[in-house]
């Protein structure tokens, strides 16, 4: 059975017909850090990327 986050992306994709090649990464960086703090950490947060960015 899919995950419901993964239906979220796919529903996403297809309303700005755009196809991510990598949907966990875009997953990430819709991901708040104080919500994977609450997940216990088992979800990977976007502060990485924005670090990334804020760099570029």
Not at 20 to 47: M, R, V
């Amino acid at each position: 059975m899919a995950k419901p986050e993964n239906n979220i992306i796919r529903g996403l994709q297809q309303r700005i017909g755009h196809r991510f090649a990598d949907p966990a990464i875009l997953e990430q960086a819709l991901t708040h850090k104080s919500f994977s703090n609450e997940s216990a950490g088992q979800t990977p947060h976007n502060e990485r990327l924005e670090f990334l960015g804020d760099a570029v």
